[in-house]
């Protein structure tokens, strides 16, 4: 399968599928304003005028003038300089977004860069040729210069390159593949290198996992409200409108069409003793509703990025100028990952209340710890404890990675936004927010167990049927780390948020 890239006009849909391995293909309408590009560097070149970045310096060192000819080892110099990451290497699926951002970047036109360079990039992506980029080193500005210079490096046959499952010295990898390393032209070099495509690829990547999150902690909320003979009262729809919110709107809708024809829920519409359920329950639409929200606004910043141009000097074949300026940074990627990381941690915090809450008998009315024979059992109880561990160590990675700033290449890169940094951390929150959202839907489902032979309504009775067909119901104690494996794998996987039509982020 093939996604078409279309240069600034890639919907977020295209690049979700892309980040699932779809192979992006370069719509060939671009391939005019590649041209136009780089025949405009060669112009301004002509009129030998210093230029930062084709004939200069870079950063601290853009007073340096270099001469004509140095201005090819100028740019492979960059590469190798700057391919200075560490630590352990991204996610192959990472690396192929982000060169699938900087193809979509490149066929602009604005960098300046040869059709040579695009159609290695586009060859490689289509071949499964997938630099090894270590993962740390960039702080944001002045583009995600490490790891971008690593899959530079690969393309000028330096470094090493995924070949399936086998790191292979790039220059073999490109020629077993049938193709030449890139020789680098002027500009070239730091068009590659310089751009936030690293931090975007991650953000986007920690979006696209915190929307299956939501979904799924929707039906596993709806699930625990069940198990604990909640009310859906406050899930009317004429609270919200009063209110405004279109995702607290949205979600609270959602939540009572979950739990539209439940006999549990009609069990106790009459003689419910209970006045008002805890807030994990009540509060799910203003809570999950303002992560809806949040994700939204991340997901339309980060959509503009994606489809935007982040190189520096950028080019303007028209009137044949490079004009230096700051597209580089990325804040607007550093707030948009701060939002994922506020909303994954929320979505895993609240699920945690609604375990907590249901393992406690004076809360839900439920046996204690979800067992027969509390004492001799301890059922649940350290489920949920493992929850919290995983709430905590999200509210720690939470804190906004924007707010931080370090002085870089000799105080000339003297604000940077570590949107590096905060993208980086999302899919290892998403993976916390996971293992909760699968104790909870044990736990929910463990809950509505008690409650045969009453049934939940249809959708959810789906996600309970889904859950044991691997998952039996806890009679006794059991070695209990392969429950929480298999209900994560149904969260990860997508099938339990598959089970319903959900508000969606795009």
Known sequence: MSTIVRAGAVSLADWRRIHRGETPVLDQSCHAKIIAGAASVARILAR????YGINTGFGKLASVRISDDDLLTLQRNIVLSHAAGVGKPMPKPIVRLMMALKLASLAQGASGVQLTTVKLLTDMLEKGLVPVIPAQGSVGASG???PLAHMAAAMIGVGEIWVG????PALQALTDAGLSPLVLGPKEGLALLNGTQFSCAYALAGLFEAER???SALLTGALSTEAAKGSDAPFDLRIHALRGHKGQIE???ALRQLMSGSAIRASHLDGDSRVQDPYCLRCQPQVMGAVLDMLRQAATTLLIEANGVSDNPLIFAETDEALSGGNFHAEPVAFAADMIAIALCEIGSIAERRIAMLVDPALSGLPAF????????SGFMVPQVT?????????QRAYPASVDSIPTSANQEDHVSMAAHGARRLLDMADNVSGVLAIEYLAATQGC???????SSDTLESARALLRATVPALDGDRYFHPDIVHAQRLISSGKLAALATLPEVE
């Open 48 to 51: 030998h005028e210093p230029v």
């Open 144 to 146: 995600d210069l490490a």
């Open 449 to 455: 167990d008690f409650h045969a032979p009453l049934k």
């Open 370 to 377: 979800l067992t027969t024979r509390p004492g001799l059992n």
């Open 387 to 395: 929850a919290a561990a995983l709430v905590s160590e999200n509210k």
């Open 165 to 168: 499952e086998v790191r292979t």
């Open 213 to 215: 999150l939501f979904a």
């Open 251 to 253: 979600t609270a809708a």
